[in-house]
Each structure stands twice: as structure tokens, then as C-alpha cells.
């Protein structure tokens, strides 16, 4: 257990009834791997954002404080601005995806909503960047405060669909736009893709800089790819299959030299592809190279978009399927 601290919240709340519950997974941060988680993020079913303090050794001093608010607050575009017991406000369903940047600063990402929460258009599902901050107070001591990088607000009957995941610099999410309220409408699927820390320029947080490849050649990247009318599962993001021909994955000096070969280009040059996917309803649609040879064919349908590669990398090989 942990208190509960109510203070900063930007939308007007009188009393704990105006708060949400919660429901859904916590994302937990630890700063370095194998030492103890600090401090955990968790949504309610009012789209508030909650940051969970465990760093103090003694379980009794941890508390639950209001982190951000998705429908109030300064970061929140003035469209989108709710009274705290409005029923347009949309919950936070997903855990949130965390990542430190290169000065070690927190970052935040987060969306509202989910496939099966209806969106419509005074409903609004919302997408956020944040990174934590410090915020010294008058009495010398210091409070975590979420800084806005970018918003995303999705449009009118589109539905988040989460958890995002941050991946090489990037935050990666599905969504599925239908024509109507309802969950089983015919719809236009999206993947989206964002720097996960900043926007594309720091004067405008709602334009986003895009991690795909523009289809008409233009260097300018998109943040979204449409991918059919089949409803996406939450996104996942793998390496592309290595064809190394008779080298051995551990023969460095036979795998070096492939470089500008046929079989490592099928990498990428010398280093693998990695893409960005879903699973869909429609086992009759599948990505190149996601369907076996021979054998079980696959129940679920696969759409996959190639993304900007890691700064380093492992080189796949192969791979089997052993559990499904």
C-alpha cells in the first residue's frame, strides 16, 4: 500500500469520489538493471496519470501522487480540455512505455483508450510524450512534475490501442478508426511512429516527428501507415530474418564477409532489418516472410512496417516457433 496524494491535480476535484480506480498493468522504472524499482506508473478510469514513489527503503513512506492529467492541465490542447466528472474523459487501459534518454532523464509515453473503448467525436482518445522532472518547492525540497514533449490527440472514432512501445529513439502504437460508435464497425487500421522525446519542432507539441519512410519519396518522414480495415492487435517490434547462405551465426570473419552481398542485403547491409507489427483477424493477409514454407499455417493475419534501426544490433539467424 502507499498514501494517496491528491494535490496538483489540474482538473477541479472536491473529494476522493471525483478520482478514478484503477485498473490495468503499472509500468515500473528501476534506473539500472538488477537494483530495485523506484517508482511505477499507473492510470485510472478518469485518464489520470499516477506515479507510484518506492525508492525509500521503509514501505511506509511510499506514496501514490498525481503524475499527469490526459483532459486538463497546461500540456492539454484547448479542445480537449474536460471537467474532471465529464463523461467524454477516456481511461487510461494500457501501462505506460518508459525510457531514459541520454541524460538520464525519464520519459513517459501513455495513451487513453483501447480497441474495445469507444471512441467517437467529443470522446477523444489521447497519446502523450512526458518526461519527469524535478520541481524544487519553497521549502528547499524537490517533487516529480510531468513535462509535456508531444500530444497526440487521435481522431474522431479512433481508438488508441496499447500498450505503446518504445523502440531505437522511437514510440510505436496501432489504433483502428471506425465510421461510427460501436466495436465492430468496419475500419481503417494504423500503425504510428514518433520520436519518443521530442516533437518535430519545440514550437508546435502536437506535430510529431515520424519514423516511417514517406511513400512518395519526400525525406520528410509519417508518423502513421495505414495497414488495411482488419483490427489490430497491440504493436510488437522484431528482427527480420537473417539468410546467411552456409556461413555459421558464430563465424564472424565468414559473416563479414557478406557485406554488399545478396545475403546481406537481406539484412540490411551488414546488420539485420528490424519491423514494427500487428496481428489481425484476417490469417489470409501476411507480412513477406511471416508465413512458413510448409507445415501449420499461421490462425492470425501479420502486418509489418519497416522501422529505423538500433544504434546496435544482433544478428537473427533463424527461429522456430515453440510455444504457441
Not at 480495415?229 to 552456409?246: H, I, K, L
Request: with cysteine; charged share 15%.
Amino acid at each position: 500500500t502507499a498514501d494517496l496524494v491528491m494535490t496538483g491535480i489540474p482538473a477541479a476535484v472536491t473529494s476522493t469520489d471525483d478520482a478514478g480506480y484503477f485498473y490495468g498493468d503499472p509500468a515500473c522504472y528501476n534506473a539500472t538493471p538488477g537494483q530495485l524499482v523506484t517508482r511505477c506508473y499507473l492510470g485510472d478510469s478518469k485518464g489520470l496519470l499516477w506515479r507510484m514513489d518506492l525508492s525509500d527503503a521503509n514501505p511506509a513512506k511510499w506514496t501514490l501522487s498525481f503524475f499527469h492529467d490526459a483532459y486538463s492541465g497546461p500540456g492539454t490542447p484547448a479542445g480537449n480540455t474536460l471537467d474532471i466528472n465529464s463523461a467524454d474523459r477516456v481511461p487510461i487501459l494500457a501501462a505506460s512505455s518508459l525510457a531514459s534518454t541520454s541524460a538520464a532523464r525519464l520519459v513517459v509515453s501513455y495513451g487513453t483508450g483501447g480497441l474495445d473503448d469507444a471512441a467517437s467525436n467529443t470522446r477523444i482518445h489521447m497519446v502523450y510524450s512526458l518526461t519527469e522532472d524535478l520541481q524544487t518547492l519553497g521549502d528547499g525540497t524537490t517533487k516529480p512534475v510531468a513535462n509535456r514533449n508531444w500530444v497526440k490527440a487521435m481522431g474522431a472514432f479512433e481508438r488508441f490501442i496499447g500498450p505503446p512501445l518504445v523502440f531505437a529513439l522511437n514510440t510505436y502504437w496501432a489504433s483502428f478508426a471506425v465510421q461510427s460508435q460501436g466495436a465492430c464497425e468496419t475500419g481503417t487500421a494504423r500503425i504510428w511512429g514518433a520520436r519518443f522525446e521530442k516533437p518535430l519542432t519545440p514550437s508546435d507539441p502536437t506535430a510529431l516527428a515520424g519514423a516511417f519512410a514517406n511513400p512518395n519519396g519526400s525525406a520528410t518522414k509519417v508518423v502513421s501507415v495505414d495497414i488495411g480495415n482488419d483490427r489490430p492487435s497491440p504493436v510488437d517490434v522484431q528482427a527480420v530474418q537473417a539468410c546467411r547462405g552456409n556461413c555459421s551465426p558464430t563465424d564472424a570473419k565468414c559473416v563479414g564477409s557478406l557485406t554488399g552481398t545478396a545475403a546481406a542485403q537481406a539484412l540490411g547491409a551488414a546488420r539485420p532489418r528490424y519491423e514494427v507489427g500487428v496481428a489481425t483477424p484476417n490469417a489470409a493477409v501476411q507480412a513477406a516472410g511471416q508465413a512458413p514454407k510448409s507445415g501449420g499455417q499461421p490462425s492470425v493475419g501479420t502486418v509489418t512496417q519497416e522501422v529505423p534501426q538500433p544504434r546496435t544490433a544482433a544478428v537473427v539467424t533463424g527461429w522456430d516457433l515453440l510455444v504457441d
